[in-house]
T-cell receptor
Framework: GEDVEQSLFLSVREGDSSVINCTYTDSSSTYLYWYKQEPGAGLQLLTYIFSNMDMKQDQRLTVLLNKKDKHLSLRIADTQTGDSAIYFCAEIARDDKIIFGKGTRLHILP | EPEVTQTPSHQVTQMGQEVILRCVPISNHLYFYWYRQILGQKVEFLVSFYNNEISEKSEIFDDQFSVERPDGSNFTLKIRSTKLEDSAMYFC??????????FGPGTRLLVL
């Protein structure tokens, strides 16, 4: 079945770049997503990429997609304390449901 | 900017009681969804709804669950007889044709 895998924790120094990686299984996914969840809060759609793109840049965020390896990454440049959150990688399955990874908890070191 | 809204933000209930979680999707959206996130776990799909009927449902969405769009604006999830393991954050989502799903802020349900 469909599955999305990502590492659970990442610690980064303030000002450095954060790179969160993800692998997915459904090669027919048309969209791949990154969601951000702050403590006790809902799911904020951070960015998404169409499956026919390799890269998408949006201010400090860069998404890279390697369709051959089914690998998605999110790079956050100049990481700030406000970036501390859980980041969920997700894909859209054939039956229109979103499949989420377990989330990567990003911890910012001073 | 239009948003999906959900009420209540928190609900505490006794095991065996019925709960109704409410969502107001974005006004011109046509597809509606419920997901849940048990504390510390993945967000899981429950059900999708289009044209006044269920399109897809997961194994979690058993006979204790039902969804309804009672009027032109609300989309509800009912849990008929809550169990301890129903404690979770429940997210509603909606979308237009060929657009991405937008999520609400969630309702945190605690079953005692």
């Amino acid at each position: 079945g469909e599955d999305v895998e990502q590492s659970l924790f990442l610690s980064v120094r303030e000002g450095d770049s954060s790179v969160i990686n993800c692998t997915y299984t459904d090669s027919s996914s048309t969209y791949l997503y990154w969601y951000k969840q702050e403590p006790g809060a809902g799911l904020q759609l951070l960015t998404y990429i169409f499956s026919n793109m390799d890269m998408k840049q949006d201010q400090r965020l860069t998404v890279l997609l390697n369709k051959k390896d089914k690998h998605l990454s999110l790079r956050i440049a100049d990481t700030q304390t406000g970036d501390s959150a859980i980041y969920f990688c997700a894909e859209i399955a054939r039956d229109d449901k979103i499949i989420f990874g377990k989330g990567t908890r990003l911890h910012i070191l001073p | 900017e239009p948003e999906v809204t959900q009420t209540p933000s928190h609900q505490v209930t006794q095991m065996g009681q019925e709960v109704i979680l409410r969502c107001v999707p974005i006004s011109n959206h046509l597809y509606f969804y419920w997901y849940r996130q048990i504390l510390g776990q993945k967000v899981e799909f429950l059900v999708s709804f289009y044209n006044n009927e269920i399109s897809e449902k997961s194994e979690i969405f058993d006979d204790q669950f039902s969804v309804e769009r009672p009027d032109g604006s609300n989309f509800t999830l009912k849990i008929r007889s809550t169990k301890l393991e129903d404690s979770a954050m429940y997210f509603c989502a909606s979308r237009m044709i060929q657009e991405t799903q937008y999520f609400g802020p969630g309702t945190r349900l605690l079953v005692l």
